[in-house]
């Protein structure tokens, strides 16, 4: 289940009834290269984790080591 969290980076939320449950899709969330991290915590009776995406621009900016902008060629009508 793919999501955009409200600052506008990617994420999913998984939920299962126990710990031992979540535990799968935890590594499998924590295998995926532009996984910065996963949250965990209780909701309820159930347990989520919530994972933070890189952006392509955050991953770029990553690579080359400075922030990344949009540049226009001058004179552009």
Do not use: C, W
């Not at 994972?51 to 902008?69: A, P, S």
């Not at 226009?72 to 009508?77: E, L, T, V």
């Amino acid at each position: 289940m793919q999501e955009v969290m409200k600052d506008g980076s990617l994420g999913k939320i998984k939920t299962a009834d126990t710990l031992e449950d979540l535990l799968p899709m935890i590594e499998e969330s924590l295998a995926h290269p532009r996984v910065k991290y996963v949250k965990v915590f209780r909701n309820g009776e159930k347990v989520q984790s919530e994972e933070k995406r890189t952006t392509d621009k955050e991953e770029l900016e990553g690579i080359i080591g400075k922030k990344v902008t949009r540049t226009f060629p001058s004179g552009r009508k």
